[in-house]
């Protein structure tokens, strides 16, 4: 009997591999060494961790978002004698997203800075496993066209897009029409409980501690105020094709039940799990098998109790004002949503540093929406020119409130 040829390892470029979900990514890899190498890494500003993670996985690329941090790293590592070479700027994060010789893109840059590598490695029909949810809040339809002639698989890498992609049938032309609704879930962060009043006066710390996971500050911060929800609600309808009226959102505080989809019959189906992100990450590097992610088992003798909360009550309203900005932005002309995730960087960016309150955030988002007309961007130029440009209007508002 003729010997079993093993199949080529997968070569994975981590676009934000010092992030939490680079960090993840790299972890389900090393427990997977005979199926996947490490092609390419990037990061914006930590050099020691991207350095480490050179020394272990030997890359061939390492990225840096701007020379200084790539000269620095370069040093570093010719003093330990790697053979990775490193490489900073735009143009070479796009370089390793779309490498002839990369097979999965593992896209977490957080924001909007992501955008242009996530249409570099869509254009060149990579397996794309999408963690930054700005790439398809901020390009919309664009960046799903992109994805098809491009001919890349996309697979979606938050918790809650994962949870849908596993709980819809493989052919999109079957469940296209047989879905009545997707039901995104949302644990409420730290703050669900809250007075609403109370929230004037919440600390970038309080905000930061979520309840359930572990995740960056930008998107705790999101989490805290419902703005991430909002993001996911758009990401959402860009996904899977569905209209802004078939999402809805419960609160689920557990965090156990990830989303579900509910059918034309009224059944439901749901994807359950810890809340660990190995659990999507591996999924996506698999699919459309699975593997050992290395996240623990439900164990469903000790499972809590699971409640679900709808987000109509006039106090939830109160704490989360930002979250039906989705729908509002998904009805508004095309590039509005571009305009809500900027308003947004920028307000939490700012909340971090101490220049406004936690409750302002959402100040900034409606004032700049108010502000900035989107005119249908139909390039990457035109939306990285609106991108700038919301920014720019979601500043001079923090400008006033500071001075207020």
């Not at 992109?146 to 049938?169: C, M, N, T, Y």
């Not at 669900?192 to 960056?216: E, F, I, Y």
Request: aromatic share 6%; charged share 20%; hydrophobic share 45%.
């Amino acid at each position: 009997m003729a010997d079993l040829v093993e199949a080529p390892k997968k070569r994975v470029v981590i676009l934000g591999s010092t992030g939490s979900i680079g960090v993840n990514t790299l972890a389900v890899i090393a427990r997977h060494p005979r199926r996947f190498e490490v092609f390419a890494l990037s990061a914006a500003t930590q050099i020691e961790l991207l350095l480490r993670q050179c020394v272990e996985f030997r890359p061939m690329f390492a990225v840096m978002a701007s020379e200084p941090h790539g000269r620095e790293l370069e040093q570093k590592c010719r003093s330990l004698n790697l053979s990775t070479r490193v490489l900073w700027g735009a143009q070479a994060i796009t370089m390793i997203a779309e490498h002839e010789m990369a097979d999965v893109v593992m896209a977490a840059i957080v924001g909007a800075a992501g955008l242009a590598s996530c249409l570099a490695a869509a254009r060149a029909g990579k397996r794309l496993l999408l963690a930054n949810k700005e790439a398809l809040v901020v390009g919309g339809d664009y960046f799903m066209q992109a994805v098809a002639v491009g001919g890349a698989k996309l697979l979606p890498i938050d918790s809650e897009h994962s949870a849908i992609f596993q709980s819809l049938p493989d052919d999109c032309a079957v469940w296209s029409g047989q879905i009545d609704k997707i039901i995104l879930t949302a644990s409420g962060g730290p703050f669900r409980l809250s007075d609403p009043l109370a929230l004037r006066d919440v600390t970038p710390q309080q905000a930061c501690a979520h309840p359930n996971w572990v995740m960056g500050r930008k998107i705790s911060v999101d989490s805290a105020t419902m703005m991430n929800k909002a993001l996911e609600v758009i990401e959402a309808r860009f996904l899977f094709n569905v209209r802004p009226e078939q999402i809805e959102v419960v609160i689920h505080p557990q965090s156990v039940i990830h989303s579900m989809v509910q059918y034309r019959d009224n059944s439901v189906v749901a994807q359950l799990g810890t809340p660990d992100m190995k659990v999507p990450i591996a999924y996506g590097l698999s699919w459309p098998d699975r593997m050992q992610s290395g996240a623990a088992a439900l164990d469903f003798g000790a499972m809590p109790d699971m409640t679900f909360e709808s987000l109509d009550s006039n106090r939830h309203e109160q704490r989360f004002p930002g979250l039906k900005l989705a729908w509002s932005v998904l009805n508004a002309p095309a590039g509005t949503t571009a305009v809500l995730n900027a308003a947004n960087e920028i307000g939490v960016a700012a909340f971090l540093d101490g220049k406004i309150r936690f409750d302002q955030i959402h100040a900034v988002n409606l004032a700049t929406l108010e502000s900035v007309c989107a005119a249908g961007p139909q390039s990457l130029e035109e939306l990285l020119a609106l991108d700038e440009q919301s920014r720019r209007a979601a500043e001079q508002v923090i400008g006033r409130l500071s001075n207020g």
